[in-house]
């Protein structure tokens, strides 16, 4: 590029920097429109949910085009994170695409191709172990409500296919928050709302997570 032109590109790349500041000034981080946003229906699904010793974590990155994910595994006071990804709107294929990287498990990488189909998010897996080699699947998570969601793992997209792993996720409290006295209420929903179901070793749970 001469000389002249290199230099004029710069006030054309500060304006750019100032229209998009003068475009969300008035708006905080996340505070866009959640409807206007093609990931709009994960909006029920932002949050923490937990079933048995796994704690998946759903929150809105930049300007709710971005919904970042994160799976833990928490033993007693102790917690480790072992996967985390993004879900976005992939405008070139017209779908919702996720990507992933997990430790410490025999997949490596996960990645998604979504779609909502009323309260359930299906999406084609694909997993990759760390020495190589793709294996795929099709999970569902159903929403049954606003405070659990039922994930399930089949080996094909058919409408029959048996789940070879299955768990139901309850809504609570993000971590360090102030539990409320329920009476002991927590302990039983703890106790009997998330039951995995592995027959298949290889398979992982959503996102990467696992007990």
Known sequence: MPRASRFAVAPLVLGLFAVAGSGTAQEGPGEVDAEASPLAPF???IGTWAAGSTVQTFEWGVGRLVVRARSTLVDGDASRLVSEGIFLQDQLRGEVRGYFAAIDMPVAYFEYSARWEGDTLVANLTTTAP????????????????????????????????????????????????????GGAGANRDRDAATIERSNPKAPPPGGARR
């Open 43 to 45: 909006d029920r699904l």
């Open 131 to 182: 020495e190589g080699g793709a294996v795929r699947y099709v999970e569902r998570w159903q929403l049954l409500g606003n405070e659990r969601f039922l994930w399930t793992l089949h080996e094909n997209a058919a409408a029959d296919a048996p789940a070879i792993m299955s768990a139901e996720f309850v809504r609570v409290p993000p971590p360090g928050a102030q539990m409320p006295d329920d």
